[in-house]
């Protein structure tokens, strides 16, 4: 039976699944919610979004994503308070982010009611899969893709919008090594390196793949040009302190435009921590690994929050980075999980709550 709120239908699970997750030994992105938001677009309109049981969906073998990778994703959280309150976190940039990507893959634009409606109805619906555990929460993935038919190379007449929820544990567990890369690069100059494109993830996990056998956990994509300077960390915006510096790449073409990083980028600022907005040369970085003034570089992304890195490879030489007592990630993690968690004040406005 299907129920229709303003804009959104909703068809609910008649059994729900959430007896069989284990809370407690929660892995990343790989159970999912008893619910699934679907919206398809065809004859030139985005039709009403229809709430259904999680369930596999079927496609023509001449679909286009499978073809030519018209697909983008978003990748968000939903946290859940002592209270038992929802919150979200700057929701808004990650619906605006999807139709950047969108736009850059020839996608139409998804309505802002149609994507945030959608969520708020999905989430409701699927609170009780949101997990209480520290550092847990419910990962939430919103993606679009090429649902329409024909080998013909251009862009497809439909697409799906569907947003898909997994309760989620911690992503990363302990600091990793690194291999900065001079051969591979993740993107170009007037490329999709700035949009959430499925093919950017896969022209990854070559590279990776590579350095992973090498003994390392992750790749530092540097520029596509001359690979001098420093530009990414594997799928996340990269930080690097150098003496009391903090320091991240200008966004670009190639970057992207992660929230996590802007959103440390301000904290630090007040926290009263320098930061700085610049090209960072990977000569300086192993210059400053050599004298004792690189202390500290991380990844920031929705997913790990911070991960912090241990080291980094770079033309068969291994750079080991101190333990700090007070590293700049782990004080710049606790304010900003605290204010997803809905734990401190939000000074910055960016905690959104969900209502019923
Ligand atoms: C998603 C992503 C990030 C991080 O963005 P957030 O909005 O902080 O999650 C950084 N780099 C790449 C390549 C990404 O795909």
């Not at 993606?143 to 038919?149: I, L, T, V, Y």
């Not at 697409?159 to 309760?167: L, R, W």
């Not at 090209?279 to 202390?295: C, N, P």
């Not at 980075?321 to 004080?331: F, H, K, T």
Request: proline residues 4%.
């Amino acid at each position: 039976m299907s129920i229709e709120t303003k804009n959104i239908i909703v068809e609910k699970v008649k059994n729900s699944k959430i007896d069989q997750v284990d809370f407690d030994n929660l892995a990343f992105g790989s159970v999912f919610t008893d619910h699934m938001l679907v919206c398809t677009y065809k004859n030139g309109v985005w039709e009403t979004p229809a709430i259904v049981p999680y369930q596999p969906i079927t496609l023509d073998p001449s679909s286009k994503i499978f073809h030519y990778g018209q697909s983008i994703f978003e990748g968000m959280k939903a946290y859940k308070d002592d209270n038992g309150d929802v919150f979200l976190f700057r929701p808004l940039d990650n619906f605006k982010r999807l139709n950047i990507s969108a736009e850059r893959m020839c996608i139409p634009a998804i309505p802002q009611e149609y994507f945030m409606e959608g969520l708020i109805t999905l989430l409701n619906l699927d609170k009780a899969f949101i997990p209480t555990q520290e550092g847990s929460s419910l990962y939430i993935r919103p993606f679009m893709f090429a649902s329409g038919n024909g080998f013909h190379a251009s862009p497809a007449s439909e697409y799906k919008f569907i947003i898909a929820c997994a309760p989620s544990g911690s992503y990363f567990s302990g600091k990793v090594k690194v291999l900065i890369e001079e051969k591979y690069s993740r993107s170009a100059n007037g490329g999709v390196g700035y949009a959430k494109a499925g093919g950017n993830y896969a022209g990854q996990f070559y590279p990776t793949q590579l350095a992973i056998d090498k003994g390392y956990n992750q790749v530092i994509w540097t520029d596509d040009t001359n690979h001098e300077f420093i530009e990414e960390a594997g799928a996340m915006n990269i930080f690097i302190r150098i003496n009391d510096t903090l320091m991240t790449a200008p966004t670009s073409d190639r970057i992207l435009d992660g929230i996590t990083r802007k959103s440390i980028l301000e904290i630090a600022k007040d926290q009263g921590i320098k930061t700085e907005v610049r090209k960072i040369s990977v000569k300086e970085v192993v210059e400053a690994a050599k004298d004792g003034s690189l202390k500290e570089m991380f990844g920031a992304g929705t997913a790990a929050v911070i991960s912090p890195i241990s080291g980094f490879g770079y033309r068969d030489t291994d750079y080991e980075l101190p333990e700090l007592q007070q590293s700049y990630g782990a004080r710049l993690k606790k304010i900003i999980t605290d204010i997803q968690y809905n734990k401190s004040e939000d000074k910055f406005g960016w905690r959104y709550k969900v209502e019923n």
